[in-house]
């Protein structure tokens, strides 16, 4: 096997050993990203809101350019796969969006999961943030569906 094809084995297996679960801290730079569930028990068909925030925690102000999509929401079923969004990751236009915080500032998005298709189990939910070179991911958080 030659040395190229190894290696791209190797990535793949580590991409699909860590699918669904975050592989960066929650708060890096003076920026922390957190996740808020609208609910961690429901009913098969309700919908639950995911509220991403990405806080400024310095006592200065900070512009980061980044994807359109940031943050992202991500929802794994009881197997440990990612099925929100659909394939695993989102396919986001290459946009870019400069976010400027003030110290102390915070920017919220929301993110409402259409919860009919989804078999009743126990989920896990994290929200990632990704721009020039700062990484960060919320830990995950259960909801039980029923």
Known sequence: MNRRLFAELAIAGVLVAC???????????????SLALSRTVLQRGEPDTLTMTLTNTNDHPVSL????CEPRPYVADPHDVTVVP??????????????????????????????TPFAP????????????????????MTVRLN
């Open 65 to 68: 350019s980044g994807g359109a």
């Open 19 to 33: 699918q669904g679960e975050p592989v960066a801290p929650s708060a890096a730079g003076g920026l922390t990203l």
């Open 121 to 140: 189990g126990v989920y896990s939910a994290h929200a990632a943030f990704s721009a020039q070179g700062v990484e960060l991911a919320t830990q995950p």
């Open 86 to 115: 659909p394939g695993g990751d989102w396919f986001c236009i290459a946009v870019l969006v400069s976010r400027h915080l003030a110290a102390g500032e915070h920017v919220s998005r929301a993110f409402v999961w259409d919860t």
